[in-house]
């Protein structure tokens, strides 16, 4: 029997082989939680397959204990976890990781109890008066008990503060014999003490309709749907279809999967869903990396339990332990956040249509801005495709407007007199404005003025983010930080300029500009506490911050009706940089950031800064042309052979001796071309873009063909074949999101 084993912090999760006794055999399957010997302690791992050892050259350990009367983790995510790690190169240990979070499977975290108290008997008058001379206090606690209805239990800690009386009195009370205190399971609720107001389905109009037809369809005859690919614009409530179609499921006793990118998992996105179901018994978890450890593990045995039928969360989510799946929603499916950037590099959107197969279920995929491989899918019969291309209530889509950067003259050049002026109208009618750059901090380099340095990051080949508010030169690579220098540290000459703009840079210039206004930063740095980010747009949504200032985070999932003027300080940060995917993600950020403008009733304007006004995606983008843009794009996609055309895989070899991350680069690539599979180009080695990251140099090679997983079987077994220095470390990526 296999079993990957819970190893001390830091080392990550192994497999070992173990015997199993025979007066276990029968409780042990692929999935069960089993407690083995490991050196000289006892250890927690899953149990991966079950294999006849007999004829085995070495004496195997017996398993010490089984967990529980079931297997955790149910044979559909089994099957999904070896799937993850075939495809993506993969240990298995790695994928069976994701299906079981680090809060359950290493069994630290526990049950969260608390003490409750009850009324066991209430004394006659002859009974009262006795104890009120005999324990004054705890007649009082227990006149105080009587008072609160203490025939349930109730909250020892609560009730005391509630009440003024100790919980030494209470316990005493409970020793006494008047009452009972024990502990009882308590649910740790990422969302306690929030009230959700109820709310009713809406009417749809004709393209929502639509939608949501074409959706129980494939929810009713789930064998042979095909995925739904919904190409709604900003604003054409696709929120609305997916709860509605969430009711059908829940009507036929089954449950739903909701998937939205990080950055977009905002309170706004959970109360929409809680609040349309808090009346029904069908439970809404939610899991996504801001929670707790013991709210993830809490969440986690909810839905495996079957006392949550509704689940929204991150990528991770993709692997939740839902049973009788009906739906998977995947929100912003073109998003890149739905790509995991560590062993193993998964695509959440990917393995929500894997698993939907599986199931069987149905499963939509949403997006104003669709990714270019799902829109080649259904463009060629493999996805189902709906559009909505009107927003709701006959809203207008925002007007944008292209402001040419280069007649300002200069590059630093922060806010032009359009937009300034734009600003300030909002302010005079108290309207509200979403400023955004996707760029943190205050200058993005610090450099001398007699000698040219720059001041870079020791471990990594970027120039240093000044931050301001700190004094402190930062590294947004590894986190490396020093205090900021008052003159160049090669010439000592004092003449140190800041270059480029930051967040924090672009909220100093507004806080000068527009005194009066009530002006908040969102980003990394400032949304750093764990409820930051819920109480920001809560005080945005109800009118107490006039202009928000933010990076990515603000781009998605915000619906705030009072928003008419959205401002894009720098549309060119994305794409000039050495990646075939970076025209598509400007046009994709661009139309998204828009898109928070004109939701309610009055008219969006939206003002685009750029230093290349002509380029295709920001023209597309200005005219909200998905079409025009994807049919450009995928025109020079395929002439060149790039996904959707090809499958890539990008292979990363990092060590921190230089010369030996090349020598091992060159000698992979070398290995690769041996047997190479019909199709398939395998490129020679180069630096990454990211030449040097965290003090480990960088170099990469990169195939492309006709399947992902002819490329995976091959790099596999090339690199089984062949052994790396210990200190050279390979990263597989299949289908990769990023060439950095």
Known sequence: MRVAVVLPERAGDRSLDYAVPVALRERVAPGSRVRVPLRSRLTLG?????????????????????????????????????????YYCSPIEAAMACVLPQAVRSGEVAEKSVAH????????????QKLERRAPRQAGALHALAGEGGSAPLPLAQLSEKTGVSVAVFRGLARSGWAEVRSL?????????????????????????EALETIRAAIMTPENAKPVLVHGVTGSGKTEVYLQAIRTVLGLGKSALVLVPEISLTPQTVERFKARFSSEEVGVAILHSHLSQGERRDEWFRIHSGRARIVIGARSAVFAPLD????IIVDEEHETSYKQEETPRYNARDLAVLRARLEPCAVVLGSATPSLESWHHAQTGKYRLVTMPLRVDDRKMPLLRVLDMRRLGGREALL????????????????????????????????????????QCPNCSVALTYHRDAAVLSCHICGFSRVAPKSCPECSDGGIRFSGVGTQKV????????PTARIVRMDADSMSRKNAYRETLGAFRVGEIDILIGTQMIAKGLDFPSVTLVGIINADLGLHVPDFRAGERTFQLLTQVSGRAGRGDIE?????????????????????DFEGFAEQELEFRSNFGFPPYRRMALITLRSSSLERAEFCAETLARKLLVGLPEGVVCGESAPAPLARAKSYYRFQVALRGPSGRALARHIRATLDALPMPEDVFVAVDIDPFGLL
Do not use: Y
Not at 436 to 448: D, I, K, P, V, Y
Not at 604 to 624: C, D, N
């Open 46 to 86: 899953t149990v991966i397959e079950v294999f006849d050892a007999e004829g085995s050259a070495h004496a195997l350990k017996d398993i010490a204990e089984v967990l529980g009367d079931a297997p955790l983790i149910r044979p559909r995510l089994m099957e999904i976890a070896r799937w993850v790690a075939d």
């Open 117 to 128: 108290i009850r009324l066991v008997r209430v004394p006659d008058d002859e009974g009262w």
């Open 185 to 209: 399971a308590v649910r740790r609720d990422p969302h306690q003490g929030e009230h959700f107001i109820p709310t009713q389905d809406l009417t749809l109009n004709e393209h929502q309709q």
């Open 324 to 327: 009788s799946l009906g739906v």
């Open 416 to 455: 032009a007199p359009a937009l300034a002026a734009a600003i300030t109208e909002r302010l005079a009618k108290r309207e509200q404005t979403i400023l955004f750059l996707n760029r943190r901090g205050f200058s993005t380099s610090m450099q001398c003025l007699a000698c040219g340095n720059v001041c």
């Open 507 to 514: 909220e100093d210039t507004m806080r000068k500009l527009f």
């Open 604 to 624: 969006g304007e939206v003002f685009v800064q750029t230093w290349t006004p002509f380029s295709p995606s920001i023209q597309f983008a200005r005219h909200h």
